[in-house]
């Protein structure tokens, strides 16, 4: 079982930026991904980046938001810039373990507990 913990959310004003990081108790994943879900949405995948460097991102907030990671710490973070209030959200980190990127939020096998995203304009 691999346990996730998001940090970095909070409150920013409109065109801001935040960085969101999640951190993995173990390294038994492939991948990582950012989902999100405001209030009355579905949950939406934000971007998937594995292991071996291999990403997928939305195609509507590809260019804002940016994934990456540390392998050596299990982390892995999502700088989100030029922040809109349409963003804010509840922002979840998951893992699968199968090595594929994807942000299909039924394919993952671990999930944190959220973090909390809100943007004034």
């Known amino acids: 079982q691999v346990q996730l913990a998001e940090s970095g959310g909070g409150s920013v004003q409109a065109g801001g930026s935040l960085t969101l990081s999640c951190a993995a108790s173990s390294s038994d994943y492939s991948c990582m991904g950012w989902l999100r879900q405001g209030l009355g949405n579905q949950r939406e995948g934000i971007a998937s980046?594995?292991?071996?460097?291999?990403?997928y991102y939305t195609d509507s907030l590809r260019g804002r938001f940016t994934i990456s990671r540390n392998n050596a710490n299990n982390t892995v973070y999502l700088k989100m810039s030029s922040l809109k209030p349409e963003d804010a959200a509840i922002y979840y980190c998951?893992?699968?373990?199968?090595?594929?990127?994807?942000?299909?939020?039924?394919?993952?096998?671990?999930w944190g507990q959220g973090t909390q995203v809100t943007v004034s304009s």
């Open positions: 998951a893992a699968r373990r199968m090595n594929n990127p994807t942000l299909a939020a039924a394919l993952y096998d671990y």
């Open positions: 980046m594995c292991r071996d460097g291999r990403f």
